[in-house]
DNA sequence: TATTGGCGTCTCAATATCTGAGATGCAAGT
DNA sequence: ACTTGCATCTCAGATATTGAGACGCCAATA
């Protein structure tokens, strides 16, 4: 796949950005990350400092700055975490388990919204917590519908399989058992975005002697539900 | 000011993420908005899109991407939410009154998290809801420290002057009596980011009656620590 | 049904912007 | 005191970007 998109400014700076995902940065470590010359780096990262895509810290290293999250908070995230909750404890007591939202990350996967079943066995995923993209019913999720560069990638030392994928694709919804934590067996189904491409996992896990060793067979369509009326949550701001 | 990075493409990206910030939006109105021509705010729209900083909807108008949400995240946004909880319930709890933390999001600020006190009467403001940037506590602490032109512009129609904004900056806190609502008092501190810039504002609201017409003096110390427990969250995760 | 207008997309000659080698300044280390 | 590494700046030259105009498509209108 062609990786340049056709304004040579606008892919270094996309290059500068991916390369302070990973957190602080001195120009000398973004010239080696981006393979870009000395100058062009510096004068790059000011022109993004400028517009507060970009920070600098107090040691004077790069950091993403805060209009990326007011940009964010644009792109719906306010509106999906604010119709979370509810939503997501709609979620936990129509199915008896803890349920969570899942955004992608670089190779990690996030919670950011949690709904945590009060008593008794449970699986505990506090907001925040970064999980592996390379298994559980959410990264089938995040990776199923992804352009084929980022499938393989996805694949690439995965838990899960091409058929797997495809299945997922078919049915709308994912489970797993044992993927991620012997013993924890969850369903996930996807959260849009106006585009119609995933943006989130809309997930429910708990012991694989509750749920069955068929667990999205009881509980998919709530779970697609769940996802629907998130994605719909998204996209009530916008019209 | 200079409103120029030095960058013209990075300006004129710049100037689309802007017009996207406001809902999904047409090529033509794009042109519009940047006032640039048709086929660069095209190829430029384009640009975005293969970096997934801009998507397309259904009707192909331009929104912002869902990568903005992943370099949100990277830039702390959901550790500052994931600390958020428990340092919100302590001042809760701490002060008796309901607790919130506003972002900045254009000419409003936004509740991105709260914990409400739960009996008796209470100020309640739902994660999501948007409240003006020209009064209250938190819209001071949001604006007291930004570059002239962005303080000037704050300053203009808001319920506060500059010499308000200048106790705030000397104490490192604000307080208002009514000015979003009658009957409501708040208190607020800054939450700094990496580079010691405010990027968001933790604040109590209750009434008058209870938080007296000097909110500040019993609860500021309480909610300055909370600002400062928040901005170490924010650091923890990249050093 | 035919025509018109508006919009999105594409081309390419012209030129303005961007690039990066090299210079400079500074601070930390030896 | 000297050296090294890093950040910042300059500017001649190269090339990437620009935007007028063309094209295609579709919805609205006569």
Redesign the pocket.
């Known amino acids: 796949m062609d990786n340049t998109s ?7 700076a996309a290059l500068v950005l991916d390369a302070l995902e990973a957190g602080p940065t ?6 080696a990350a981006t393979g ?11 022109a993004l400092v400028h517009h507060r895509l970009v920070a ?1 810290d107090m040691q ?2 790069f950091v993403l700055g805060s209009r990326l999250v007011e940009l964010a908070s644009a792109a719906g995230e306010d509106r999906l975490i604010a119709a979370a909750g509810p939503i997501l404890m709609q979620l936990r007591d129509a199915t008896g388990e803890s349920a969570q939202i899942f955004r992608r990350q670089g190779d990690w996967r996030v919670c950011v919204a949690s709904a945590e079943r009060p008593v008794g066995l449970r699986d505990t995923i506090p907001v925040g917590t970064q999980l592996s993209m390379k298994a559980g019913s959410a990264a089938q999720i995040l990776v199923a519908w992804e352009d084929h560069d980022r499938l393989l990638e996805g694949l690439n030392n995965a838990r899960f399989t091409p058929t797997v994928l495809a299945g997922v694709r078919r049915r709308g919804w994912a489970q797993s058992l044992g993927e991620r934590e012997p013993g924890v067996a969850s369903v996930s189904a996807p959260v849009r975005g106006p585009s119609g491409r995933v943006i989130a996992a809309v997930s429910i896990s708990g012991p694989i002697e509750r749920l069955t060793r068929q667990p999205g067979r009881q509980h998919a369509e709530v779970i697609c539900n769940a996802g629907r009326l998130l994605t719909e949550a998204l996209r009530k701001g916008n019209d």
Chains 1, 2 share one sequence.
């Not at 056709?6 to 270094?12: A, L, P, R, W």
């Not at 001195?26 to 010239?31: I, P, S």
């Not at 870009?36 to 000011?46: F, G, K, Q, S």
């Open positions: 056709g304004v040579g400014v606008i892919d270094k001195t120009l000398a470590q973004l010239v870009l010359a000395r100058p062009t780096v510096h004068r790059l990262a000011l600098r004077g290293r």
